[in-house]
């Protein structure tokens, strides 16, 4: 027999053993990054990202939800930002990135916003190869109930904004434009039929075509240490989706609003509060795949993908960044999220918190281009981390 006294010492040493595997795995593979880019950026003896015509370079990455990602990138430059940050220039970047979970995406991303110009246009092509976990939907979870599928998909999302036909005043700052999503995506299932997946089974292909609107305001420095500023959007695409060869068809909506402040505090060095908001929700016959959930890298850092997800989402951001030494700076944040049916579902449920320190690391001085990596406390219960390019928000 085992006393209660020593049970609960045993699952005392138990936290305290995981929560230092935590900490020094994030630590391994932080400075794991922060070396092999280190080691790149000496090679080159300046910024890894510095205006060239052409730039190949190592990519890295970590979530919950993936692991360790590892891959290559290549960078065509067109036209630096504008030296005020108000324009990102334009640039083409492709990766190719492959996760010890046999998960692997190529990604392609076109800019295209001229210094001097009222246009701006922005694409991706993703393909990917991902086997991952079902949770079930809700705002709860329960880690070790889940099912597995594997989806392959081909997705071509595109935005065209312009300024123009705007009083002059508004100009540089407000935007409107259209969307274009089109996507193409397979399913394969594991046997097993723990979790609401097993309702969605029949779903063997898809082909999604979506069309819709952006409204933006954005006063916000365009790089990736913004320290002054806001930025506010809204995005409503219509999607028609054709299942297993068009022989069924549905429909869904979906709407979203993004909202960003940040905050100069001159009492700290390169000092910022950063400030965000960002609430999705979808009407109609939404897919399991694409439901609203925080992804853990951006919002809700060290979540697993997944473990929230329902028809409507919000996260609410916080965070303090200041620069430490060299290329190191250092941030505080605080999140919170919930999920919901819809926005009467989502207001009565509770939400769940996240606080954490990051570290990062600058390997661009123009447009502030960092590698971060964010540590992580969920629900004061369990840690996770984060490791990515570019700020959360």
């Known amino acids: 027999m085992v006393d209660d006294e020593s049970l609960q010492g045993r699952i005392e040493d138990n936290i305290v053993i995981s929560t230092f595997l935590s900490v020094a795995g994030f630590m391994r593979s932080f400075i794991f990054f922060i070396l092999f880019t280190s080691f790149a950026l000496f090679a080159q003896n300046d910024d890894l990202f510095e205006f060239k015509k052409f730039i190949v370079l190592p990519v890295g990455a970590y979530s919950e939800e993936t692991g360790i990602v590892l891959g290559a990138g290549a960078m065509v430059f067109i036209e630096p930002p504008a030296k005020d940050g108000s324009k990102a220039g334009s640039n083409n970047s492709s990766m190719i990135m492959a996760s010890f979970k046999k998960q692997v995406t190529f990604i392609n991303k076109f800019v295209y916003e001229p210094v001097n110009g009222h246009w701006n246009f922005v694409s991706h092509l993703y393909l990917r190869s991902w086997p991952t976990q079902y949770f079930d939907k809700g705002n709860d979870w329960n880690k070790d109930v889940y099912d597995v599928y594997t989806s392959k998909n081909v997705r071509l999302p595109v935005a065209l904004g312009t300024d123009l036909l705007l009083p002059q005043s508004w100009q540089g700052k407000f935007n409107y434009g259209i969307e274009f999503d089109a996507e193409y995506i397979t399913f394969d299932y594991d046997r097993s039929e723990k979790t609401e997946l097993k309702n969605h089974k029949g779903l063997q292909n898809s082909g999604r075509l979506g069309i819709g609107y952006n409204l933006t305001y954005n006063s916000s420095e365009k790089n990736d240490w913004p320290r002054k500023g806001s930025f506010v959007q809204l995005r409503h695409i219509f999607f028609n989706a054709k299942n297993n060869s068009s022989r069924e068809k549905e429909s869904f909506i979906w709407k979203n609003i993004d909202t960003r402040m940040y905050i100069p505090l001159p009492f700290l060095p390169e000092g910022v509060l950063a400030l965000g908001s960002y609430l999705e929700d979808f009407d109609g016959d939404v897919p399991f795949d694409r439901l609203a959930q925080p992804d853990g890298v951006g919002q809700l850092r060290g979540l697993k993908k997944g473990f929230l997800a329902d028809k409507t989402s919000w996260v609410l951001q916080s965070e303090l960044r200041t620069h ?27 939400w769940h918190e996240a606080i954490g320190i990051g570290g990062r690391f600058l390997v661009n001085r123009e447009s502030k281009t960092h590698i971060r990596g964010d540590l992580s406390l969920i629900d004061k219960k369990y840690l996770g981390m984060a490791i990515k390019i570019n700020e959360a928000f």
């Open 324 to 350: 430490l030494f060299w290329r190191c700076k250092g941030t505080l944040f605080y999140e919170a999220a919930k999920v919901g049916d819809g926005f009467a579902d989502l207001n009565g449920n509770r």
